[in-house]
């Protein structure tokens, strides 16, 4: 089965900086494109960023743009997103997705656009 497994969450204060890993079993990285998304206590799952199937593409929310870069390690199953100055308002469960059947290109950003998620990792960042 196709299993995403994230990592790297943790407590940090705001303005410092985490690097989030998603490893993915039963798919090699290049047929799927890969999301993170963040679900924060009360609210409903929001977009953060996608990396295409290539890796050659990448799509940011605007609350990420600027700040955060998502990658890939070429030629393994493994995806990251660096955080960098973080916020309270950064506090959140984090999840990867991966979307299948999907374009080489194609940088989706809505939830149902994706089939196998993980099970999300604490990021929870103090004043």
């Known amino acids: 089965q196709v299993q995403p497994v994230e990592s790297g969450g943790g407590l940090v204060q705001a303005g410092n900086s985490l690097r989030l890993s998603c490893s993915v079993s039963?798919?090699?990285?290049?047929?799927?494109?890969m999301g993170w998304f963040r679900q924060a206590p009360g609210k409903e799952r929001e977009f953060v960023a996608a990396?295409?199937?290539?890796?050659?593409?990448?799509n940011y929310a605007d609350s990420a743009k600027g700040r955060w870069t998502i990658t890939r390690d070429i030629g393994k199953n493994r995806g990251y997103l660096q955080m960098n100055s973080l916020k309270p308002e950064g506090t959140a469960v984090y999840f990867c997705?991966?979307?299948?059947?999907?374009?080489?290109?194609?940088?989706?950003?809505?939830?149902?656009?994706?089939?196998?998620w993980g099970q999300g990792t604490q990021v929870t960042v103090s004043s």
């Open positions: 990396i295409s199937r290539s890796g050659g593409r990448t």
């Open positions: 997705a991966a979307a299948v059947q999907v374009g080489v290109s194609s940088l989706p950003q809505g939830p149902a656009d994706y089939s196998f």
């Open positions: 039963g798919l090699t990285f290049s047929v799927y494109a």
